[in-house]
């Protein structure tokens, strides 16, 4: 198992196994097909995906098959689907690209995205096509930059400000907290800010302490702003879409390892709802929830529960503020037991208000109590074997749904 | 359109001169332009940064590097290409000075008793002009005074006045144009004042009434108004800076007739975000203007304690940002150069910085009595000398713009206007309960709307602990 996680080398090998998961095929038995919650409707590929309040983030194929083993072979796909494969940097990048083609407000500022095209290429190319000064490279004053693409959105621009690390945007917590969050409220509503916050956080390999931070713990209680996470190349154009066209303000979460991944998304436009969880395999017995990376994690212990009998239900919550009870809910009421899977520390992290809102809200419906799996609390060692343990693995994942599902 | 610019040679003395004008560059009908003295100028800087361009970088060529470039300067000094352009070398070990022999001398224009000092330049101004600046200096002085009163009173929770500062607020108000965006500290309810916010209006945000644009969620003297381009006021020091930056960067991509202006006392130089954003601002070519107000105060720390450089003028040199030291209490002085500094960052497409020196009369708020960190007689002093208004009145009585009577007559108009506007306000509703939860998103979420929902059945369960003034 850690062969898998950690693949020797760049990190285009070591996502190997989740480059050829195409995160939209389930391991779904077709008898399951029958789900009529409105945030699990199937869609097929090329729906109107513009209707933003409709379940439309979820793509589905019906042609399923289950996948037995992890390293799938990408067989040639000769179904009628349309669409283009790509990384999920480009993926951002051609979100970021058509909405900066539609909208002449929309531009981009942060360290290195200019020329550089961005510490992890997001911005590839962008300020060729743009320019110098809608693609603008900063100085390095992360709340200076934050302020100023607050600023420009009170004027009427529409900016999308990347950090270079999330944890770099500690530095902007002053404006992004003070200024961001609450100016549309203090101002009576007079002044909007409709920016986007974005950039790679989590943990990645070996990185360091401070390289390998967590912010969404840090922000979540943050009046006025959104977090989302994305995790495939779909979800990750359609949040960057749907955030920059929101007219609140959007922290997007990607992660520093999943920028590799490759899926083959629709050719045309669509978004994804902010504020909803996805789906991601339907299940009878336990919901697991998870988000960002863990995803993958929870994915590859779903093989081998799969194998062991169990029939798990993961959902990659996605909207991290706030969270999609609504889905979560519908879940919990089907299995009553549930397992959170965070990269966030145990303190104070994502989890750990989900199992408050799960606890309060649907406290009937619960057959055991909610579990939550996360990081120690401790900064991420450097060591790649300390790093590794810090961080959820597939087989705690098992253990933990076997001891809940007894 | 020559831009004339000098800097001394010798790096004992920075005067900083008054530029020629473009005359009919955005130029205001009511208002003509005589600057006179045209100085010698500087070569161009070398290796301007343009955003716009800004593939190259300075890499040296192959010749320079493998040779020395030799000029026959007076010591023998050689030149060497160095990221950022050449630089020459020295052979004596020289340190530059922390600071200068003499500090940067202080533009003004009315002396202490409002006489026009001799061969002083200026930007002219009509009589109408100058007797709606002196008018909205004195309502500006009414205003904070009879506020003040009533948080004494117990009428209003809090306040903050300008006491002191009326010109800096008022005079550099009305050389700007009102699409030039405002991103004040707190202490600039002048500049709202001369774009036309009524009393009525700053009363009822200080009440937190429903007529309040700010919807009562803010704390008084927290004024903000789209319609007239100013920024709502956000209490924590200097984040407005870097916001500003941001605004003219806006104004640029747009390529409007219009710069970001921004305010902050002494003590907001000290945070990151200054020197973040001046930098910010000469780095992008931003147009904004930096307006200093050194006041002498930070709460109770003096200037002193606060920063150890020639006040805040040299500071704009260590980002490249050209600079000026105004007399903050002469209205003409600060008219002036907030005009020029505005055709300069339009035009140049620069950030400029201007210093006000003032003096803070009133106490930091009216959760301070500043009298137990500094001298009554100090602040006496200030309030008398070197009050702003009677320098100013001297100067447009001297125009005969103005009169015992028309003062009077102001007075009394004002005092009685304030005092309406105060029980209005007082008897004005509350907002809503609604408008706690509303405006944190563009549309309330679902917890949002719950927690509604709780307090509402709260304050159902138990009215005799919710105040009564707020309707539901």
């Given at each position: 198992m850690s062969s898998i996680i950690h693949g020797a080398g760049a990190a285009t090998t070591t996502l190997s196994t989740f480059n050829s998961v195409d995160s939209k095929k389930l391991f779904v038995a077709p008898s399951r097909t029958n789900l009529s919650v409105r945030s699990q409707r199937y869609i097929v590929a090329g729906s109107d995906a513009s209707k933003k309040s409709f379940g439309s983030g979820l793509r589905v194929r019906h042609s399923q098959k289950l996948i037995p083993n992890a390293v799938a072979t990408k067989e040639a796909d000769t179904s009628a689907s349309t669409g283009h494969e790509l990384l999920l940097f480009e993926a951002l990048q051609e979100g970021l690209e058509e909405e900066m083609d539609r909208d002449p407000h929309v531009c981009v500022m942060g360290e290195d995205v200019g020329h550089y095209g961005g510490s992890y290429k997001v911005t590839k190319g962008l300020a060729d096509k743009f320019g110098d000064l809608r693609v603008l490279d900063t100085p390095i004053c992360e709340n200076a930059f934050t302020g100023m693409g607050i600023g420009a959105a009170m004027t009427g621009l529409r900016p999308v400000i990347?950090?270079?690390?999330?944890?770099?945007?500690l530095l902007a917590f002053n404006q992004i907290s003070n200024n961001c969050g609450m100016l549309h409220y203090t101002s009576g509503g007079q002044f909007t800010i409709p920016v986007v916050i974005r950039g790679p956080g989590g943990v990645g390999r070996q990185l360091g302490a401070e390289h390998s931070q967590r912010l969404e713990s840090y922000f979540q209680s943050i009046p006025g702003i959104q977090m989302v996470a994305c995790s495939t190349p779909y979800n990750a154009k359609g949040l960057m879409k749907a955030a920059i066209r929101s007219e609140n303000p959007v922290i997007l979460f990607e992660h520093v390892l999943l920028y590799n991944l490759k899926e083959k998304i629709p050719d045309e436009d669509y978004i994804c709802n902010l504020e909803e969880a996805e789906m991601v395999r339907p299940g009878e017995h336990i919901t697991i929830l998870t988000y960002s990376r863990m995803r993958y994690h929870v994915m590859q212990a779903a093989k081998t529960l799969v194998n062991k009998g169990y029939d798990p239900e993961v959902i990659d919550i996605r909207s991290l503020k706030p969270f999609d009870l609504h889905t979560i809910g519908n879940s919990v009421k089907k299995t009553h037991r549930v397992l959170i899977v965070e990269e966030c520390m145990r303190t104070g992290g994502i989890g750990a208000s989900l199992t408050a809102a799960i606890n309060e809200n649907f406290h009937d419906y619960l057959d055991a109590p909610v579990m939550c799996l996360s990081s120690q609390d401790v900064p991420t060692p450097y060591a790649g074997t300390l790093e590794e343990w810090t961080v959820v693995q597939p087989a705690q994942i098992v253990t933990a749904v076997e001891q809940l599902c007894q | 359109m020559a831009l004339h610019l000098r800097s001394s040679s010798s790096s004992k003395s920075t005067l900083l001169n008054i530029l020629r004008h473009n005359l009919g560059f955005g130029s205001r009908s009511h208002v003509t332009r005589h600057i006179r003295q045209i100085l010698p100028h500087d070569p161009p800087l070398r290796g301007s940064q343009n955003p716009i361009s800004r593939?190259?970088?300075?890499m040296a060529e192959p010749e320079t590097l493998s040779s020395f470039v030799q000029h026959e300067y007076a010591n023998n000094h050689q030149v060497m290409d160095f990221p950022g352009g050449k630089v020459a070398f020295t052979p004596e070990i020289q340190f530059i000075s922390e600071s200068d022999k003499e500090r940067v001398p202080c533009y003004r224009v009315l002396d202490d008793n409002g006489q026009l000092i001799t061969n002083s330049q200026f930007v002219q101004v009509s009589e109408e002009v100058a007797v709606k600046i002196y008018s909205d200096m004195v309502t500006l002085q009414i205003m904070d005074n009879i506020f003040y009163e009533a948080q004494r009173q117990g009428r209003l929770s809090f306040y903050a006045t300008a006491i002191g500062e009326e010109a800096i607020n008022i005079a550099s108000a009305a050389a700007l144009t009102p699409q030039d965006v405002i991103f004040p500290q707190?202490?600039?309810?002048g500049v709202l004042l001369w774009r036309g916010f009524t009393l009525q209006e700053f009363a009822n945000q200080c009440f937190g009434n429903k007529s309040d644009y700010g919807k009562g969620r803010q704390m008084p003297v927290h004024y903000g108004s789209n319609k007239l381009n100013y920024f709502t006021v956000s209490?924590?020091?200097?984040?407005?800076l870097p916001n500003a930056v941001g605004a003219a960067y806006s104004l640029k991509m747009d390529k409007k007739d219009a710069c970001a202006v921004t305010y902050f006392g002494d003590g907001g130089t000290s945070e990151g975000d200054f020197h973040a954003a001046l930098n910010f601002a000469a780095v992008m070519e931003a147009p904004v203007l930096f307006i200093c107000?050194?006041?002498?105060?930070?709460i109770s720390t003096p200037t002193s304690d606060q920063f150890r450089s020639d006040g805040v003028v040299v500071k704009g040199r260590a980002y490249g940002i050209r600079s000026i030291r105004v007399d903050g209490n002469d209205a003409l002085a600060m008219y002036s150069a907030v005009h020029t500094a505005r055709e300069m960052a339009i035009r140049e497409q620069r950030p400029i910085l201007i210093e006000a020196l003032t003096y803070r009369v009133g106490h930091h708020s009216t959760s301070d009595d500043s009298t137990r960190y500094r001298s009554a007689g100090e602040i006496e002093w200030w309030n008398k000398a070197r009050n702003p208004l009677s320098r100013f009145r001297t100067w447009i009585e001297s125009n005969g713009w103005w009169s015992d009577k028309t003062e009077s007559d102001l007075r009394s108009r004002i005092k009685k206007e304030m005092l309406e506007a105060l029980r209005v306000a007082e008897k004005t509703e509350k907002p809503n309960l609604q408008n706690m939860f509303s405006d944190v998103y563009d549309v309330p979420p679902s917890n949002l709307r719950e927690q509604e929902l709780l307090v509402r059945q709260t304050i159902n369960s138990h009215p005799q602990d919710y105040p009564s003034d707020v309707p539901l």
């Open positions: 990347e950090g270079m690390n999330m944890g770099f945007l | 593939l190259c970088n300075t707190y202490r600039e309810p209490a924590t020091i200097a984040t407005q107000r050194n006041n002498g105060w930070a």
